[in-house]
Each structure stands twice: as structure tokens, then as C-alpha cells.
């Protein structure tokens, strides 16, 4: 997988356009790829893509480079970074450095949870005994074993879980849940409420935490000739809009408060 987050203001409003290289990409674009991850990545409003969409935009818009973001599955995502077909990934962690270069810093921080129907009680730990009798329905090719401590369990009661490719899957495995064939999915705990809000099933779903917050990153791929140069204006434009409040204020309008590192 994938795959969880958290604040930004100006100290040098001059470094914002002395920069090396504010207009030497001459309006290049930028197509970073993933599947929805709203509040984060999301495919339906192009007004409102995502705040890391939307953080990408701004933060590169001052070097000449349109970020436009492409709807397709993780799995292919990946491929399509490695094989230089898009120019990066969001949603990025370190378990992908072979294919994409990451800023130093991520500015984004991402923590997963599970999202469980009520229909049996609540998971109280992870252990196998409290995880006994649950079908979880899950994302081929998400990092889980990276995200959550469920890994080797996973890997393990493989007769317990369901993988599942295509486009927007979180909806489809909610739904999917809710019709009795699965119990439990896992994924951000703030897209996982996102979600279940925007479907209205947030009456029927247990959320809680799995992990720590992890990093997450805007990645560029290794591919693209100029990834290094593109990773290094991430990081210091994000800086900025973190220090100046920018990044603050795109939480703010997708109703998030914390996912800011």
C-alpha cells in the first residue's frame, strides 16, 4: 500500500521567486498519479482535488509547472511511475524509493485505522484472537505490512482476506461490508472518516487507530529528468506554506486538523 497526517508560514517571501529555476519549466506539466484518498487525493471535484493535490499545485505553480492529477489503481500507479509513463506518485513512502525521489521532508503525516462494521464487537487489540472470525477486504498492492502491524497476520490468515483491484475500492469495500461480505477494512483513519461520512455510514462503522503516523510524500519519478530539481522545490515551497499558513488553511477547507508534520 500506500499509504496517514499533519502545518505551514513565510520567513523569506524573497526565496519564494529568487529561486533557482522559478521559471525555467516553462508551464511544463506534471501528472502525479494514485487512486482517491480523499480528503487527501480526491477523483469526483476537480475544484477540490485533495489537499495534497492542491499543496502540489501551489507549491510548484511558482516554478512553472501545472500539477494535474490522474485517477488510476495503486497497482498501476506504480507501474506507471517506474515506466516514466506519469511524473510521480501522492501518497508516497520510503518502501518506494526505487522508483520515485522523495523531498527531505514530508510535510504530511498519515496514520492508519481500521474501519470495522458494528454488526460484531469491536476489535479491542490486534491479536489473532481478536481478530478471529473477521474478513478483512483490502487494496492489492497497499503497503500494509510497511503502515500497520498486520502484516505478518495478514500474510498469515491469508483465507481471511480479500484483495481487491480497480478504481475508487474504499466506497466499494464499505459497501461490500455493509452487505455482509467482509467485516473490516484498513486504510487511512481520516480517510476511512471521510469516506464513511460522504456514504452516510458512519453510524454503522466502528474506526479506530492501528499505527503510529507515518510519513507520507508527493514522490517524483526517478524516470523523469529533472526529479531531483522537482523533489527540492517541493521542500522548500512546502516549508513556506507551512510556515505562512497555507497548508493550515487547505486542511481547513477539506474539514481535516491534524495530518501536518
Partial sequence: MK?????????????????????????????????PWCPM???????????????AQQ??????????????PWSRALVSVEQGKIDGLLGANHYREAIVILPEHSYFWSQMGYAQ???QPQVKDLSDASLTGLHFQLIQDYDYAGTTPLGPWLSTHS?????????????RMLNLIMRGRGDITLDNLAVLQ?????LNLQDSFYTA??????KVYIGISRRHPKAQQIA?????????MRENGQLQALLLKYGVTTSLH
Avoid at 471535484?45 to 489537499?51: K, R, W
Avoid at 527540492?232 to 516549508?239: A, G, I, K, Q
Fill in 159 to 171: 483465507q481471511q482476506v480479500s484483495y481487491n483491484k480497480g478504481t475508487d475500492l474504499l466506497p
Fill in 117 to 119: 462494521h458494528m454488526r
Fill in 41 to 55: 487525493v480526491c477523483a469526483d471535484a476537480p475544484e477540490s482535488p485533495g489537499f495534497m493535490v492542491e499543496a
Fill in 59 to 72: 507549491a510548484l505553480a511558482r516554478h512553472g509547472y501545472r500539477v494535474e492529477y490522474r485517477n488510476m
Fill in 232 to 240: 527540492e522545490l517541493l521542500d522548500r515551497e512546502m516549508l513556506t
Fill in 209 to 214: 487507530p492501528v499505527s503510529e503516523p507515518n
Fill in 3 to 35: 499509504r496517514t497526517l499533519p502545518l505551514l508560514r513565510a520567513v523569506a517571501i524573497g526565496l519564494f521567486f529568487s529561486w533557482p529555476g522559478s521559471a525555467a519549466a516553462q508551464d511544463a506539466t506534471l501528472v502525479l498519479g494514485a487512486d
Fill in 194 to 198: 471521510y469516506t464513511l461520512k460522504s
